[in-house]
């Protein structure tokens, strides 16, 4: 993700602090039914104010939620540390995370589900930039330096140390340390990092307003089209709202589609909900916004997960995906 902030996103905090209740995560509030026979009239969705949700706005914006009787109410969540959380108690009924927290989460016992898919890496979409007078040329200079993420043991640190591992490094050749997107340009400006691992729209803005070039696009080779981001609920909400989850996948689902046969429409939406001005939506490089969420691609993060010992065992992602509409 990724894209923000607090990102991109595609940005997710770890989950090994969490200490989620156990609680059965049934809703934001009671149930109250709705049209078209909905568990739920209404439903509180936790997004973060970056790139990769924007299909939650443009299906606002299109009616998509009110055709199917529902009425979604977004609420700005600061990342996964703090949604995760908030899904188990019930003060949001899904919310956007990353899918490496996710299956952090799972392989510790978390019972959650993934019901949509959101973001999915595209390239120069998630780079490892360095001020314009740095020492450091490539990926193998930053042995011994510090790389500033937005979180640790995430999409993030993954994703650089496979670059790390592609030069002859390994994550313990260099330090990482968090500072949240929006600081990080001036972070790494006042010293207190060598580099950053950086999503848009930030990457755009570091090279304009600090002259910040980039010496790896973190998203190529084995994390190629890498998914980044999807919406999660708890495994308990799924089974007691099959009908209104099945309501928000279909609208999501077409507002995915929007977005992705037309950038137009996410230029539209993204000053709606961030700080993105609309010039500054139009320059920034997208990555994909998928309308299916397909296990054979998401298994490829858990694996990668495995392969650098994020997780101490396999998982099969199918597990954790709830059924679509169409069963």
């Not at 950053?196 to 930030?202: K, L």
Request: with cysteine; proline share 6%; charged share 20%.
């Amino acid at each position: 993700m990724a894209r923000t902030l607090r990102c991109h996103v595609l940005a997710l905090g770890s989950v090994a602090v969490l200490a989620l209740t156990a609680c059965g995560g049934g809703g934001a509030s009671p149930a109250s039914t709705g049209p078209n026979g909905l568990e739920k009239a209404t439903i509180k969705v936790g997004a973060l104010p970056i790139p990769d949700p924007v299909a939650l706005y443009i299906a606002q914006a299109k009616g998509f939620f009110k055709e199917e009787g529902l009425t979604v109410e977004p609420v700005t969540i600061t990342g996964g540390a703090a949604a995760l959380p908030q899904i188990e108690s019930g003060a949001l009924d899904i919310t956007q995370t990353n899918y490496v927290s996710s299956i952090l989460a799972a392989s510790q016992g978390k019972k959650i589900k993934l019901v949509a898919d959101m973001y999915r890496a595209a390239p120069n979409t998630f780079e490892i930039m360095v001020p314009k007078d740095s020492p450091i040329q490539q990926v193998a200079d930053l042995k011994g330096k510090t790389v500033l993420v937005n979180n640790l043991r995430n999409i993030a640190t993954l994703a650089v140390t496979t670059q790390l591992k592609a030069a002859g490094l390994s994550e313990t050749d260099v330090k990482f340390a968090e500072k949240p997107f929006p600081e990080m340009g001036n972070a790494i400006t006042a010293g207190q990092g060598d580099a950053g691992w950086i999503t848009e729209p930030f990457i755009t803005a570091n090279k304009n307003a600090l002259g910040f070039r980039t010496i790896a696009d973190t998203m190529t080779g084995r994390t190629a089209d890498l998914p980044i981001a999807g919406w999660m609920a708890t495994d308990a909400w799924v089974r007691q709202n099959p009908k209104t989850l099945a309501a928000f996948q279909r609208a999501i689902s077409k507002a995915q589609q929007l977005a992705s046969g037309d950038r137009k429409e996410i230029e539209a939406a993204l000053p709606t909900y961030t700080k993105i001005d609309a010039k500054t939506a139009a320059a920034i490089t997208l990555g994909a916004y998928p309308s299916t969420l397909e296990a054979d691609r998401l298994q490829k993060v858990a694996d990668l997960m495995l392969e650098y010992k994020y997780i101490s065992g396999p998982i099969d992602v199918k597990s954790l995906i709830a059924a679509s509409p169409g069963g």
